[in-house]
């Protein structure tokens, strides 16, 4: 016995017992229901595995069962069948065309039917297994980054605030402000982690598409917001014995944009640059420039560069290459919210890499029409 529960809908009984026998006798669960609304009464209290289903049938027909259910997240993954008489092309291509995972046409044959429902139903659990090894991969990242990345700024809150409780009476001005440096150093860096997750809240709910709405406008000045934010990074990268460099195309084509979200964004990768790209007496050039229809930011470094088969998850979240080679800060949402920021301006981000030569991140906005 598999266990395995089938809800069949149908509102002829002969053929809702029939079809009842068979997938009885293969070992599942049949649950049953006359039409449409019954069936959705039975999945309140009984989620099925798979579904069965008429089309035509009283007071709910099966495309309409087929929109109600879908319409369900928590039942959204739930393989759909159509057993229905109806076997015109118009009718086959609507059903598929809504997302049905099959089609059987009656009368049906048995042994038909149940190759349809073993497939679907190994390929549902085949779907949710690889599901849950990302989820629980995922989950895995998530854990290990977000335990390194809260336990290391609060030790510096900790321990200089330990320090300086112990030794607080002999303590020297240039001594007690060190301290208070490094308790600071470890609050920004949680401060910076709580806004990025918030964020992310935002980005999930609508609301930052919402805020985006309200504010983004056509912007004629993007080459001095451009220079803006490059600059906010030229003490950094000195820092760093880099070298900083802007090549900003006057009188750029107008943008709509959010000069917050956008500079947030370019910021992002201006700030990645920088932290990939070793040793002294190296560049990293920010280059603005029409292209078309677009208008194109380009950040090129001489960093580690990232390999190929990389590339393609640079934007997921919580994703960071090689971590512990690299002594990577941050949880791995920089990239990630950067993309969203650009995505909301209808635009798009381009990577480019060679390992060990350096990486270009290219910022594409849409010219305002």
Known sequence: MNGQRILVVEDQENLMKAVQEVLELEGYIV??????????????????????????????????????????????TIPFIFLTGKAERDDILRGKSLGVEDYITKPFNPDELLVVVRSRLT????????SE????????????????????PLTYVQGYTELALDDVRTLSPDQLQGFLLGIKKGADRLNHLIEDLLLIVQMDTGRLAEEYAQIARVRTDLDMIVERAVNRYNSQAAAHGITLESQITPNLPPV????????????RLIDNAIKFTRGQNKRIKVIAQPAGSWVEIAIIDQGVGIAAEEIP????????I???RMEQQGVGLGLAISQEFIHLHKGEILVTSEPGKGSTFTIRLPVAA
């Open 322 to 324: 090689d971590r512990q």
């Open 31 to 76: 649950l049953v229901a006359s039409d449409g609304l019954k069936a959705l009464e039975v999945m309140e209290h009984t989620p099925p595995d798979l579904i069965v289903a008429d089309i035509m049938m009283p007071r709910m027909d099966g495309y309409g069962l087929y929109e109600a259910v879908r319409a369900r997240p928590e039942w959204i």
């Open 256 to 267: 709509v944009l959010s000069e917050y979200y956008l500079t947030d964004a370019l910021g």
């Open 123 to 130: 390929r549902a659990q085949q779907i949710y297994q690889a």
């Open 313 to 320: 998850h640079l934007f997921q979240r919580f994703h960071q």
């Open 133 to 152: 090894a990302k989820f629980n991969e995922l989950k895995q990242q998530i854990i290990t980054v977000m335990g390194h990345e809260l336990r290391t």
